[in-house]
């Protein structure tokens, strides 16, 4: 019974494994995104070994994150940089409106949600593809628009996926420190693990 239990080829030892490298990944993420212009490069590397795990094509977790940390550096840090400034911009621009109720207030707090939209849509696709493919950053770009509007039912599974997250965030004080406290150990990593089922058939 208990050589069953500890077999490292059984379900439980392998979810167990499975479980332990998410958290080490989330870490890493979190660790090499302490930086914030390193966030792209990060992102794309929790990408990077998330994809191989739903694939089945192994890794040692620390050095196969780091490896892909290194690969992904440039284009991760360009993509990273400018989805955080246009997201800081746009934010900036709704503060600064704040509760002006204008025809032209109204037409920017519009301009600044399509923006926001735009920008969360290509990201669900630009890491991922930075993380599977050596391309060119206009050709990053283009297929990540192409995939999102081509792969319509793909994109609203992927969107689909932050419902409960922006449930705990907006719910309550409570559930908002609950998500917060996920995020730290395992958030990140699940999220991405979770993405990559619904991303490896074109990835």
Known sequence: MLRKIFDLDNGFMRGLSRSTDLIV???????CSLLVVTFGA???????MTLK????EEDY???GFFKAFRENLKQGMIFGVAVLVILATVILNIKLI????????LGIKII???????????ALYVFPIIARFRMKLGAIYKNA???CVTNFKKTLILLAMYIPVFFLMFYSEITMYLLLSICIVCGFA?????????LRRGF
Not at 42 to 48: E, G, M, N
Not at 98 to 105: E, F, L, M, V, Y
Not at 190 to 198: I, P
Request: hydrophobic share 60%.
């Open 25 to 31: 990944l989330n870490v890493l993420f979190l660790v």
């Open 42 to 48: 990060s992102l794309s590397a929790l990408y990077s």
């Open 53 to 56: 795990m739903v694939r089945n």
């Open 61 to 63: 977790t620390v050095r």
């Open 98 to 105: 704040g509760d002006i109720n204008t025809g032209i207030a």
């Open 112 to 122: 600044c949600f399509a923006i926001s939209i735009w920008l969360f849509l290509m």
């Open 145 to 147: 628009f192409l995939i």
């Open 190 to 198: 699940v999220m991405a693990y979770c993405q990559s089922f619904v």
